[in-house]
Nanobody
Framework: QVQLVESGGGLVQAGDSLRLSCAAS????????MAWFRQAPGKEREFVSAISWSGGIIYYADSVKGRSTISRDNAKNTVYLHMNSLKPEDTAVYYC?????????????????WGQGTQVTVSS
């Protein structure tokens, strides 16, 4: 089992930056690929970004590409999502996810472990 706890969400203005953190505990964190997904009210949970255990493979959704950076610190069992130039359409609950493989995917069902989520609200 891997337990995930997100933090760093909040209410920000359009154009602001935000860094989300996801602290992992339980099984060996460094062998897990990690990802961020988000879910806006009334919408499906969608992929945002993912990173391999080594950090050498990274994916971004087109909607955040160029505005976001995913990173991880295996010594701290933590993965981060730094988002710049936030837009109102970025408003959502952001979820951290882990899978028991070293390579990431962009597919929700590939991730077995999920955090409770952190709310990000971007005002215009």
């Amino acid at each position: 089992q891997v337990q995930l706890v997100e933090s760093g969400g909040g209410l920000v203005q359009a154009g602001d930056s935000l860094r989300l953190s996801c602290a992992a505990s339980g099984r060996t964190f460094s062998r897990n690929a990690m990802a961020w997904f988000r879910q806006a009210p009334g919408k499906e949970r969608e992929f945002v970004s993912a990173i391999s255990w080594s950090g050498g493979i990274i994916y971004y959704a087109d909607s955040v590409k160029g505005r976001s950076t995913i990173s991880r610190d295996n010594a701290k069992n933590t993965v981060y999502l730094h988002m710049n130039s936030l837009k109102p359409e970025d408003t959502a609950v952001y979820y951290c996810a882990a899978r028991s493989y070293v390579s990431p995917t962009t597919i929700k069902r590939d991730y077995a472990y999920w955090g409770q989520g952190t709310q990000v609200t971007v005002s215009s």
